[in-house]
């Protein structure tokens, strides 16, 4: 059997690395049973986006990079698509596997799809209902043309069966991405937290002390519907400056959308200059689950980053109004609340959340041996 996996973006790459991983160790037992290839269509190229995930995870090097780099998201699919029909024309796979919901998955799956080419897609049917989410769109057109559908919780099959996906196509094979966090515990433990900061520090934050960080909240934000429009980022940047850095030392991984938007808008300067706020560049995978371990508490936007809190047990304010994963909420056993980028709501939450003890929560199946199940639903699938 040949398998192309396509990834694209960072989210997708502690997922396709235990995929990989159980691939290899299955070809070790049937030798020669899979072929599996590897293609990155380049959407995230700096080394701290992508280099660094695939030396951490021990993800092999892509056979295929795209190369297709920033641009506009039909720029971004668009290409991904030409290119990749080529790649699948030469290489007539069986299956192309995509993962999560990012511009690559969609591209891939039109692309398969419109070749015959049998798709999976790990992480099936998760649903905001936020069309205005490019996201939210790649998962819909993703699921729609999937032959199989690989779901990390059991919401997820309700949507797909809502939208009227039939049963021999869904299976029920739990979070992979928690494979890599199981996987890489120890080692993320072994991290020193000062030595993360001073080794990822966004030179111009002009921090020089930071030694003694007993207690501190870790931040992402990257969402457009938070970073781009300097109405919302202002006040955000504003509140958490002049109130939460006041109680709670933040370590900032800033994405490079929005430091881009954070220069843009002339806010980066004052967050620069907060002697309470660590801008830190984006994480390599380990530093960033050695933070979420200590952290008092975690502020993000992040889909991945609310999950792994979860199991984890870091209290988590999702600044989103709405999410995909609703088993990380609260009311569903998770560690994590919507705040949406409401000052009065994150300053509410924040304070009542700060008081709340850690309360590690495992959902059914995020066990550690996700990919385990994913390739045994290709491998024995029946049309
Ligand atoms: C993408 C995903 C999103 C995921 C996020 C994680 C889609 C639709 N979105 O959003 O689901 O949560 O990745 O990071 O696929 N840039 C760099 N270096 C890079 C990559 C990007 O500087 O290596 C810059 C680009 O020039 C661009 C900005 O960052 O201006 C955003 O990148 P883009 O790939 O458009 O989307 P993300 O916001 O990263």
């Not at 037992?29 to 899979?34: A, G, I, M, R």
């Amino acid at each position: 059997m040949k398998i192309i996996s396509v990834v694209g973006a960072r989210p997708n790459f502690m997922k396709v690395a235990p995929f990989i991983h159980t691939i290899n160790a299955y070809n070790r037992e049937h030798p020669n049973s899979v072929v599996h290839l590897l293609v990155h269509t380049g959407q995230h190229y700096d080394d701290r986006m992508s280099k660094s995930f695939f030396e951490a995870l021990n993800i092999p090097d892509a056979d295929i990079n795209l190369g297709i780099g920033s641009g506009t998201h039909a720029e971004q699919v668009g290409l991904s698509m030409i290119e990749l029909e080529k790649v699948f024309v030469v290489e007539k796979p069986d299956w192309v596997v995509v993962f999560g919901d990012v511009n690559a998955t969609m591209a891939a799956s039109v692309s398969a799809k419109k070749l015959h080419i049998k798709v999976c897609h790990v992480e099936a049917g998760l649903r905001s209902g936020d069309m205005k989410m490019p996201e939210e769109i790649n998962r819909l057109v993703t699921d729609r043309l999937s032959d199989l559908l690989l779901t990390p919780d059991r919401l997820s099959i309700e949507n797909l069966k809502a939208e009227g996906a039939s049963d021999n196509r869904i299976r029920f094979v739990g979070n992979i991405m928690i494979d890599t966090l199981e996987s890489n515990r120890a080692k993320a433990e072994s991290l020193v937290i000062n030595e993360i900061i001073g080794n990822n520090q966004i030179e111009s934050s002009d921090i020089t002390n930071f030694d003694l960080i007993s207690q501190f909240a870790v931040m992402t934000l990257h969402r457009p519907s938070n970073v781009d429009h300097k109405e919302v980022l202002e006040p955000l940047v504003n509140f958490l400056v002049d109130e939460i850095a006041e109680k709670l030392t933040i370590i900032w991984a800033v994405h490079p959308r929005t430091q881009k938007q954070l220069k843009a808008f002339n806010l980066w300067d004052k967050v620069a200059e907060s002697k309470n706020i660590y801008l830190v560049h984006p994480l390599d995978y380990h530093s960033m689950l050695k933070l979420n371990m200590q952290a008092k508490i975690m502020l993000t936007d992040s889909g991945g980053l609310q999950e792994e809190c979860t199991v984890l047990g870091t209290p988590c304010l999702t600044m989103r109004w709405n999410t995909e994963r609703p088993i990380t909420l609260r009311e569903h056993g998770g560690a994590s609340v919507l705040v949406g980028n409401n000052i009065e709501r994150i300053r509410e939450e924040f304070n009542q959340t700060l008081s709340t003890p850690r309360k590690p929560e495992r959902p059914e199946l995020w066990d550690g041996h996700t990919a385990k199940r994913c390739l045994e639903a290709i491998l024995f699938y029946k049309g």
